[in-house]
């Protein structure tokens, strides 16, 4: 079992930034690939952005490309996303989640998820 904990989520005008953070426990962290999901109200969760388990490949979806990145520390059990130039259409649930195999764009193949953290911008 993997547990995942997010934070970071709030209220932010739009322009401005944010980093969500999720920790994990439980299982050897560093075998996961690890994605983040969100999912805004009405809508279906779409894919954000994954990482592979050392950090060394990462993968955005169009939406956020250049705006957002993914990192991760190994060490801490604790991946990170932090999120610029948002915009108002960027509100959402965010959620984090884990793959023992290698990462996803398909939120049905990840293993573990967090709660979610709710993220809102204003215009």
């Known amino acids: 079992q993997v547990q995942l904990v997010e934070s970071g989520g709030g209220l932010v005008q739009a322009g401005g930034s944010l980093r969500l953070s999720c920790a994990a426990s439980?299982?050897?962290?560093?075998?996961?690939?690890m994605g983040w999901f969100r999912q805004a109200p009405g809508k279906e969760r779409e894919f954000v952005t994954a990482?592979?388990?050392?950090?060394?490949?990462?993968y955005y979806a169009d939406s956020v490309k250049g705006r957002f990145t993914i990192s991760r520390d190994n060490a801490k059990n604790l991946v990170y996303l932090q999120m610029n130039s948002l915009k108002p259409e960027d509100t959402a649930v965010y959620s984090c989640?884990?793959?023992?195999?290698?990462?996803?764009?398909?939120?049905?193949?990840?293993?573990?998820w967090g709660q979610g953290t709710q993220v809102t911008v204003s215009s």
């Open positions: 989640a884990a793959r023992h195999m290698g990462w996803s764009t398909l939120s049905y193949e990840y293993d573990y």
């Open positions: 990482i592979n388990w050392s950090g060394g490949i990462t």
């Open positions: 439980g299982r050897t962290f560093s075998n996961y690939a």
